[in-house]
């Protein structure tokens, strides 16, 4: 009995002696707020519910970003909301952190990671109680948290709102939350709450770490010489899409160029832009230059200096440039009969391009949009040789023992506890992590059902989208017009004249690359490459033509169109990239012999450090159904419905 006495006695011990331990450590607690975008009819959250890494597979991944940036998280956190109420947009509204010691709560160094438009004033000395003044609202925000032996936290949340800001904490505020928590360390806790036809997110979030530990700043731009711009020693042409050619569309670009100490570019700003395209074409080519190096006192020096291009309409000559190839998958493929596929595709093409049209039928739109944080810019860098893969809106660095060279990199206006860099020296080890450029709190969820009709007569193309549906609610306005360039450019029903009409067709270099099993049907898959490098916004395409009938099934087009994505233009022209831009049309429905399109895909996404990665900007589905046809006509031949 004795023995079992003493054991009872050592397991207590212990138990009391590990509660001092994990009393004593050091835990930053983390509300982070968020509110869903105002819905006439909120269905999705009819009461309070708490959300937890295990009770939703959605917000598994949030505890491996709980050790990244705030950033990341942040946009994990809202990725996940959208996809579980399927709202149309979050709001990121402020971040509120204490340090707690085990008894008391202390502030937390902030280093400029609150919003611009939010302060911060204390209600009481003991700190447990403080109000966020916001831009249209003031949060009382109040936690009292308790340490449990099993190495969680009891917490207390009491979150309320009031649209005046009170200059202290009186007045009469309504509670948004109020609600017991158990937290286990590193396990986010997300709280949603409907508030009015609004919806209110809470994460709250527990970590251990040293509350004296500091950011390291981001290492700033070199300074850099400007001189007059030396004489260009390798040139590739921009490339100048006919149809802007033909509109007169075109002019001066002015650049401001940074080129290394072998005269090898390094970033391109735009300082006097024309079209869109022609300034992400311009920036494009000349990325690729190679000026004279610059000496100065002797020895060459990275130099920035002012530089223009101009694009002349009836001067323009395009030239042929290599290109990558899409691989062909089988020696067996019968390169012989390529001739007669394009001169049969051809046909089909002028059938629809010929073809009266009149029908309606119902498009269903999904769309989700990243936006590049705010004043991104370039600068030098000192980075290692190896480089990791990105994740969503970041670019990553592994640190590397190995000598690190000059590269470019971001600077400015980017997530404050990303580190950048921590220069010690040419032979020291570097200290970089992620660097984030898409804004989470811009991330935009949009969602259609429209009456699409196309009216073709006489060569001219009418098109429309009328709303019956926008994010979930009806619309009553049958005049109410989707007018939005960006699906209209993508033209699912005429992609194909695009690649294989007979007056393009001199314009490409073609193969059959391969034999598929499409909606049932055998292919041949056409690899088409513009012979200018960029023929109209293309710089690749695949194209599925049925063995038998040469209907086309399905294509693939890859390059940015000339007009409806100038925010992606933009963009790339910014950071010095070349986008991936994807769209992809199938079709299966027929009428005369003509095949309309069953879903458009498009992809766009922004190349990370790391090749096998890439940053989403852009994504787009859409889907046809319940075709009516009024009228088809091709060969002279009318069918009426």
């Known amino acids: 009995m004795s023995k079992r006495i003493k054991i009872l006695g050592l397991t207590i011990v212990l138990v009391l002696a590990a509660g001092v331990l994990w009393a004593a450590e050091n835990i930053l607690i983390r509300v982070h707020v968020f509110r869903g975008t105002r819905m006439e009819d909120f269905q999705e959250l009819k009461q309070i519910e708490v959300l937890t890494t295990s009770s939703r597979p959605e917000l598994a991944s949030l505890k491996e970003k709980t050790a990244g940036s705030e950033g990341q998280l942040t946009a994990a956190v809202i990725d996940a909301l959208l996809d579980i109420y399927d709202l149309p947009a979050i709001d990121d509204l402020f971040v509120h952190e204490k340090w707690w010691d085990g008894k008391n709560l202390h502030d937390k160094q902030w280093d400029g990671r609150i919003r611009p438009q939010e302060q911060l004033a204390f209600k009481s000395s003991s700190r447990l109680e403080e109000v966020v003044l916001g831009k249209e609202a003031s949060y009382r925000i109040k936690f009292s948290p308790q340490t449990l032996p099993s190495r969680q936290i009891a917490f207390r949340l009491v979150v309320s709102k009031t649209i005046k800001k009170p200059e202290d904490a009186g007045g009469d505020m309504e509670t948004i939350v109020d609600r017991e928590l158990v937290l286990d360390l590193g396990d986010p806790v997300i709280i949603a709450v409907p508030v009015k036809g609004q919806a209110y997110f809470m994460m709250v979030l527990a970590t251990t770490g040293n509350p004296s530990a500091k950011t390291p700043e981001p290492e700033k731009a070199r300074n850099i010489e400007i001189v007059a711009a030396p004489k260009a020693v390798v040139r590739v042409q921009p490339s100048y899409p006919e149809e802007l050619r033909q509109r007169r569309i075109g002019g001066e670009i002015g650049l401001r160029i940074l080129i290394d100490e ?37 020895k060459p020096v990275p130099v920035m200096f002012l530089y223009s291009y101009n694009f002349y309409p009836s001067l323009y000559m395009p030239t042929s440039i290599p290109r990558a190839s ?17 001169e049969r595709s051809g046909e089909y093409c002028q059938k629809l391009a010929g073809a009266v049209l009149d029908f309606v039928c119902e498009e269903t739109i999904k769309e989700t949009r990243y936006s590049l944080l705010k004043n991104m810019q370039w600068g030098f860098l000192a980075v290692g040789p190896r480089l990791t893969k990105t994740d969503q809106g970041m670019f990553y660095v592994i640190p590397d023992n190995a000598k690190p060279s000059v590269a470019m990199g971001f600077f400015g206006a980017m ?81 194909p004249l695009r690649v294989l009409a007979r007056d393009r067709q001199p314009r490409f ?83 005369n012999g003509v095949l309309f399109p069953s879903r458009s895909k498009i992809h766009v996404a922004y190349p990370g450090i790391d090749p096998r990665s890439a940053i989403p900007k852009d994504a787009i589905n859409l889907t046809y159904d319940k075709y009516k046809f009024f009228t088809v006509e091709t060969e002279s031949q009318v069918i009426k419905k």
């Open 509 to 591: 270099d073609y193969r059959i690359i391969d034999e598929e099993k499409v909606n049932g049907k055998i292919a041949l898959v056409l690899e088409a490459l513009p012979k200018s490098g960029d023929e109209d916004g293309i710089w690749s395409a695949r194209v599925w033509i049925d063995k038998q009938s040469h209907q086309i099934l399905k294509d693939e087009i890859t390059g940015v169109p000339v007009e409806g994505y100038e925010d992606v233009l933009n963009d790339c022209a910014t950071l010095n990239i070349k986008p991936d831009f994807v769209s992809t049309h199938e079709y299966r429905m027929e009428k």
């Open 262 to 298: 072998k005269g090898a570019v390094q970033a391109i700003a735009v300082v006097n832009p024309t079209h869109p395209y022609l300034n992400y074409s311009a920036v494009q080519a000349i990325r690729r230059w190679t000026f004279e190096p610059v000496l100065i006192k002797g």
């Open 415 to 495: 997530d404050s506890k990303s580190d950048l860099i921590e220069d010690r020296g040419r032979n020291a080890p570097l200290s970089v992590t992620a660097v984030q450029i898409m804004d989470p709190k811009q991330t935009r969820r949009n969602n259609f059902i429209c009456d699409y009709q196309i009216i073709k007569k006489a060569g001219a193309v009418e098109e429309r989208r009328i709303i019956l549906k926008e994010n979930g609610r009806k619309n009553t306005d049958r005049n109410k017009i989707l007018d939005e360039e960006r699906f209209s450019a993508l033209s699912s029903l005429f992609a």
């Open 326 to 342: 899409f691989p062909v998958r089988s020696d067996s493929i019968p390169q012989e009969v390529l001739p007669v596929i394009l």
